[in-house]
């Protein structure tokens, strides 16, 4: 369908969630050159729409981005804001916990990165990690985080209702591609920085992270905050697939320049 192309990724949240059933490698009928012009023309209509998002102080929107490691959530950034006005963006980095942070429950430091009216936040990680890695991991008990996936359709809901669309995507790369792009981080010595030997641990624990992102997503695509599950072994569709997502959510959000201060309308600047 034309007027949204993206609908393909989108986890119906109707269905089972399958996370298997998903390509990680698709090129989703694009071809390389031409989508390099079609980001173009996205670039330049995202640029519209975050600045009448900005000038209107409604809304908010939040991207997250979910994956494993080397699937691309920076590169993601780094394309999707090039060109734009990072005025209108605010990105956010989860790590570990520390500090304050971890005095307190998990939704506080994500709340407090919420964008404000106008602006659009891209989380580069999120409050999923604590059904991901804290569940994978045993950094805490079941009974603490099995109560979560509620918790957090509640607070995206709550965030949808207060002005805030949420949209999310999970990167999903397949392992060998990882395994791929793990062993370029070993070698090249501009990539290596991002290389811990504590990825290889995470490695490890491929199939109870592909378990654990199955059952987040499927328990937390809703309505108000759904899920896109992006193809993410090709850079160049990664990038495509995620910009069209986020443009499609501005474009459903429609914002409007707010009308002219009285007295404007025809005025004649001297
Ligand atoms: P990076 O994104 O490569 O900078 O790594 C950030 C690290 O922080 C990843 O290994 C995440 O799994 C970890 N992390 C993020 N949020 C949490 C959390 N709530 N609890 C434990 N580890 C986390
Ligand atoms: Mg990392």
Redesign the pocket.
């Known amino acids: 369908m034309a007027s949204d192309p993206i609908a393909p990724l989108r986890v119906n949240h109707h269905k089972q969630f399958e996370l298997r059933d998903h390509s990680t490698d698709a090129t989703l009928g694009w071809h390389k050159e031409s989508a390099a012009r079609e980001l173009g023309r996205v670039k330049l209509r995202l640029d519209v729409l975050q600045q009448r998002l900005f000038a209107e102080k409604q809304r908010s929107v939040v991207l997250v981005l979910q994956a494993m ?1 080397a699937a691309g959530k920076d590169g993601t950034i780094r394309n999707m804001l090039s060109g734009l006005n990072p005025a209108g963006f605010r990105v956010s ?5 520390g500090g304050p942070e971890a005095q307190h429950d ?1 939704l506080w430091r994500v709340h407090a990165e919420v964008p404000a009216k106008g602006l659009i936040g891209i989380f ?2 999120s409050h999923y ?2 059904v991901l ?2 569940r994978v991991k045993n ?1 805490a008990p079941r009974a603490v985080w099995s109560k979560r996936y509620e918790h957090i359709r509640g607070f995206e809901q709550l965030l949808a209702d207060e002005g805030t669309t949420v949209v999310k995507c999970f990167l999903n790369v397949s392992k060998d591609e990882q395994r791929k792009r793990l062993q370029e981080r070993v070698d090249d010595p501009e990539k290596r920085w991002k290389f811990r030997l504590g990825d290889l641990d995470d490695r490890k624990l491929w199939a109870k992270y592909q378990q654990a992102y199955q059952e987040a997503i499927g328990r937390t695509s809703t309505a108000a905050a759904p899920w896109y599950v992006v193809p993410a072994d090709r850079n160049w569709v990664r990038n495509l697939a995620v910009a069209k997502i986020l443009l499609h959510h501005l474009e459903k959000l429609d914002p409007k320049m707010p009308p002219p201060e009285d007295g404007i309308d025809g005025l004649v600047v001297e």
């Open positions: 490691d980095s989860f790590g570990v916990p998990y580069n990680r990690e604590d890695v804290v950094f």
